[in-house]
C-alpha cells in the first residue's frame, strides 16, 4: 500500500483522493498523535485544552476540508484557532508566534483548482518528520480521542492572523523599499490579501496581477508556474523586478526589469551574497538540494561560500539547516528558507529581502543575478519502469560514470527514482544546450531498456 503523505503532506483530487472522510479521520488521527508528549501532557494537567492552528488558501474545496479538520479536532478535544485565507507560511509563524501545539494548512500549492492537500506543521510550526507522518497514518486505524462535556474542543475565529504575519514580516528587512516598483502575482491564491499590503507598507510602488481568487483560478495561468503574464507586466509598466508566488505563496520567483525569469537559484546567491556581506549568513553556508544548477555552486565557490546538498524537498533542507545551526537554503524551485525569520519557505519573505537587496546595493536585479552562470539543464522523466531496481542495474551506474566522464568540471548527471510513480527522473547539465539533451536522452534510453517492466 503506497504511502499517504507525500513530500509535502497529503495531496490528491479534492472530493476523491482528499475527502471529508479523510481530512476529519487524519485530524482526529494528528490530535492522538501530536497530542501526546511532555508539554502537551502539562498542558493537560493544567486543566487546559490543546491548541491547534487551521489555515487554508482559497480554491473552493478548502471550505469544507478546513471544516473537517476543525470537526475532527475539535470532536477529540483541541481548541482550533481559524485562521482563514492566509499563506502557509503564514500559519508556520503563526504556530510558533502563539505557542500553538500543532497546525493544518489545507492547500494544495501549485497544483491546479481541482487538488488539494493537508499539511501538518507540529510546535513551533515545523514540518513533520517521516517517521511521526507515518505514526498518524497508522493511528487512522487506531482508538480516537472522544471527551465528552466541557473536554471538546471550540472552534474560533483568529482575527488578527493577517496582522501578526504582516509586522512579523516587515520587522525582518535591512532595507526599506521606498523608491522600488514591485509587480507581484499572488497566483489568485493565498498570497492575493498579504503580499500587496506588506510590500507597500515596506515602501516600494505596486502594481498586483492575479490577485482576484475566486476558488476556481488558482495558479490558472499565473504565478510561479506561469510566469509569463509576470513579466509582460514588468516591462509595460517599467517596474525593477517582478515577485511570483505560487497559491499557498511558499515559493517565490522573479523577473528583472527586462522581464527575464530569475530562478530559485540564483535568488539564493543573491540572499547569500547579501547576507554574507552583512555578517548574518552563519558559517558561511548555503543548503541547497541536488537538484540546483551547477552554476550555483560554482558561483558560492567563487565567492568563499559552502554549499551543502541535500535530497529533494524543502523539509530535508530545513534538517539540515537545523542539524547544522545554519540560515539559509532552499530549492530552485523558489522555497526559500531563511532559519532566523522562518520555519519553512516563504515566498513573501523571500520577495521582500530579494527587493531589499536592490534597494540596498543600488544595483538591479540583473546585476545582482549575474553572479551566476546557469548551465543549460536537462529533466527526462522515463516513465513505465522499474524505479526499486534503478540503484543495482551495473549497466546504468557504468553508463552514468560514463557521461560524468564526458562531461567532467562543466556538467553533471543525477539519476532520481520518483518517490510515487513508475519513473525514473534522468537530470543533465552541461556547458551548452544541444549536449545536455544528448546525453540525456542516452541515459534515458538506457534506462527505459534496462528497467522496463516485464
Do not use: W
Not at 497544483?111 to 497514518?137: H, S, W
Not at 553508463?399 to 519513473?423: F, I, K, N, W
Request: net charge negative; with cysteine; hydrophobic share 45%.
Amino acid at each position: 500500500m503506497p504511502r499517504l503523505f507525500g513530500t509535502d503532506g497529503v495531496r490528491g483530487l479534492a472530493n476523491r483522493d482528499v475527502s471529508v472522510e479523510l481530512a476529519l479521520s487524519l485530524a482526529q488521527a494528528t490530535a492522538v498523535v501530536l497530542g501526546k508528549g511532555r508539554t502537551a501532557e502539562a498542558r493537560r494537567a493544567q486543566g487546559r485544552r490543546l491548541v491547534a492552528v487551521v489555515a487554508r488558501d482559497p480554491r473552493v474545496s478548502g471550505e469544507f476540508l478546513t471544516a473537517a479538520v476543525a470537526a475532527g479536532l475539535a470532536s477529540s478535544g483541541v481548541d482550533v484557532l481559524d485562521a482563514g485565507v492566509i499563506p502557509t507560511p503564514a500559519a508556520a509563524f503563526l504556530i510558533a508566534d502563539i505557542d500553538a501545539d500543532f497546525g493544518v494548512m489545507i492547500s494544495a500549492s501549485h497544483n491546479p483548482a481541482p487538488d488539494n492537500g493537508i499539511k501538518i506543521f507540529a510546535r513551533g510550526g515545523v514540518k513533520l518528520p517521516d517517521e511521526v507522518e507515518d505514526r498518524i497514518e497508522a493511528a487512522l486505524e487506531q482508538p480516537k480521542l472522544a471527551p465528552t462535556g466541557a473536554g471538546v474542543g471550540r472552534v474560533r475565529r483568529f482575527a488578527d492572523a493577517e496582522d501578526r504575519y504582516v509586522l512579523h514580516l516587515l520587522s525582518t528587512l535591512p532595507a526599506r523599499l521606498d523608491g522600488l516598483h514591485v509587480v507581484i502575482d499572488c497566483a489568485h491564491g493565498a498570497a492575493a490579501g498579504v503580499s500587496p499590503e506588506v510590500f507597500t507598507d515596506a515602501g516600494a510602488r505596486v502594481t498586483v496581477i492575479g490577485n482576484d481568487p475566486d476558488g476556481l483560478n488558482i495558479n490558472d495561468g499565473v504565478g510561479s508556474t506561469h510566469l509569463e503574464p509576470l513579466a509582460a507586466a514588468v516591462v509595460e509598466h517599467g517596474a525593477d523586478l517582478g515577485i511570483a508566488h505560487d497559491g499557498d505563496a511558499d515559493r517565490c520567483l522573479a523577473v528583472d526589469a527586462q522581464g527575464n525569469v530569475i530562478s530559485g537559484d540564483q535568488i539564493m546567491a543573491i540572499l547569500a551574497l547579501g547576507m554574507a556581506e552583512r555578517g548574518v549568513l552563519r558559517d558561511r553556508t548555503l543548503v541547497t538540494t541536488v537538484m540546483s544548477n551547477i552554476g550555483l555552486r560554482m558561483a558560492m565557490r567563487q565567492n568563499g561560500i559552502d554549499v551543502l546538498q541535500t535530497k529533494v524537498g524543502d523539509r530535508y533542507v530545513l534538517e539540515e539547516l537545523t542539524a547544522r545551526n545554519l540560515s539559509l537554503g532552499g530549492e530552485q524551485s523558489g522555497h526559500v528558507i531563511m532559519t532566523d525569520f522562518a520555519t519553512t519557505g516563504d515566498g513573501l519573505l523571500t520577495g521582500l529581502h530579494l527587493a531589499a537587496e536592490l534597494a540596498r546595493t543600488g544595483k538591479t536585479l540583473a546585476e545582482l543575478a549575474s553572479v551566476v552562470t546557469m548551465y543549460p539543464q536537462v529533466l527526462v522523466n522515463v516513465k513505465g519502469v522499474d524505479r526499486e531496481r534503478l540503484s543495482a542495474d551495473e549497466t546504468i551506474a557504468s553508463a552514468v560514470a560514463g557521461a560524468e566522464q564526458r562531461l567532467g568540471d562543466s556538467g553533471r548527471v543525477l539519476l532520481r527514482p520518483s518517490g510515487t510513480e513508475p519513473m525514473v527522473r534522468v537530470m543533465v547539465e552541461a556547458a551548452d544546450q544541444d549536449t545536455a539533451e544528448k546525453v540525456a536522452g542516452e541515459l534515458a534510453d538506457i534506462v527505459r531498456e534496462r528497467l522496463a517492466v516485464a
